[in-house]
């Protein structure tokens, strides 16, 4: 691998666990001002302390994200569909790879829609991005399986679409975790980190769901509004960043959360 790719890499991955905390606040480039963060400056200033990176969109780093911030950007740079039109899987590449670059990112990122009727585009377009972060050496995160995709979340293609995005070039690889995780991780040749999905009932579950991910072999999460829609956003990042960065039990992780929320 290449200097500059394993340069950025190592922003993200924290060199000493090989893990990452990512704080996803992306959603807005197909949901509009989702709940939570209507107002992304605000939503994201108090947690970027915590975070190893930002999975975002050029729009929100430019206009929410002060320049002299040293966190490391993971830039969204597909998108082109919305939640009220007809397919969230036809999505096609919205920032150029200079745009990219003049925003001194660390890595850009883009969905593929395996087993759509746009997953030959969707596909084709992760090349033209791989291609192109090897050229400039920019890492490429591929996101599998989003939307409706999700009700297929199995093993099996999880395995299928974080193999497809490894063997297309894809620096790492964010999936979802799912039941028998380990193969997906056992099968796919590049870092895989997990999204955290829609909040779940309870922020200890967060914490498992985290845990259970770092135990079969995910590199870090990439989680979005399981920490910035819960009550108590940043005692939610510290006690997963807790978990992924300082193996922390689940326990002993609530307890931090509970404790930074005042509760
Ligand atoms: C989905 O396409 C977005 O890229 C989100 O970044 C991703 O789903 C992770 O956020 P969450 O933890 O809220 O699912």
Redesign the pocket.
Known sequence: MQWGIKNRLARIFNPETGRTVML????G??LGPTRKLENPRETIAPLIPYADAL?LTRGVLRNCVDPESRIPAVL?VSGGVSIVGPSLADEGLTTSFEDAIRLNVSAV?M?IFVGTEHERETLLNLAELVDQGETYGIPVLA?TA??KELEKRDARFLSLCCRIAAEIGAHYV?TYYCEDFEKVVESCPVPVVI????QLDSFRDTLQLAHDAIARGARG???????WQDEHPVAAIRSVRGVVQENMPVDEAFELYRSVAGR
């Open positions: 996803a606040v992306d959603h480039y197909f999975m969204r990122t969905s996101v989003v939307g964010k999204a955290g999905g829609p999460v990439d989680m979005g509004r399981n920490i």
